[in-house]
């Protein structure tokens, strides 16, 4: 008898896609003085960092990759709350790193922070052996976007790359107060390898960061001078 087929849809995902720079030479450090056990710290803390903010700002975590994960957001989320979000978790990575790693390190690892790519598109969600996986385009687009952020970036931490059509959908516009430019990069087996246009977002450059900035040089410039 043939075994029917497996439950399936089409459904409509925004797809993030997020990175530890340099985890693979961190974790090689780490083993080296017998200090992994500050890394499983890292990532669990950063888990339920993750696993808390998903219910207010509804999101999946789809899934974990070993030095990263991919989040799956409804296509109606706006682009300003979710480059809030991205923002969020990056710094958080950066305090954990901070508090679990800087210091057990022997040597020189270079970049450390995380990466982001970002596609918007349909995908196939099926179930196979009880659990729920997706099958799409835009899961291996987001993919390539991350990890062709560094391509003629020498410092990609804390950056987002994303397809144009993903960030026109979102509703992310030029004058919010992000730092927003104009790439090109070829990914590797995407629209035949040729050069695409895309959207290089620097997440530390948001209006909230800045606001806050502004309002801490307004309190240092009322402070009394010291006699």
Wanted: aromatic share 6%; with cysteine.
């Amino acid at each position: 008898m043939t075994k029917p087929l497996d439950p399936k849809s089409i459904v409509t995902k925004i797809v993030v896609f997020f990175d530890l720079c340099s985890s693979t030479s961190i974790l090689e450090d780490l083993l080296a003085s017998e200090n992994e056990d500050a890394w499983c710290a890292l990532l669990l803390e950063l888990k339920e960092f993750i696993r808390v903010r998903k219910v207010s700002d509804e999101f999946e975590m789809y899934k974990f990759l070993g030095d990263g994960w991919i989040l799956l957001f409804e296509p109606n989320k706006r682009g300003e709350d979710l480059m809030l979000l991205l923002a969020g978790i990056a710094k958080e990575y950066e305090r954990l790193h901070q508090e679990h790693i800087h210091n057990r390190l022997s040597t020189e690892i270079g970049n450390t922070g995380l990466t982001f790519g970002i596609d918007r598109g349909k995908l196939m969600k099926v179930t196979m052996n009880r659990s729920t996986e997706y099958i799409g385009r835009s899961l291996n687009v987001a993919s390539r976007l991350q990890s062709s952020i560094k391509e003629k970036d020498s410092s990609p931490q804390g950056k987002v790359l994303m397809t144009r059509a993903a960030f026109n959908d979102i509703g992310l516009k030029a004058d919010t107060g992000y730092k927003i430019d104009d790439v090109t990069r070829k990914l590797r087996n995407i629209s035949g390898n040729s050069e695409l246009k895309l959207k290089k977002i620097s997440l530390f450059r948001s209006p909230a960061i800045r606001k806050s900035t502004i309002q801490l040089k307004t309190t240092k410039k009322m402070s009394p001078t010291r006699q």
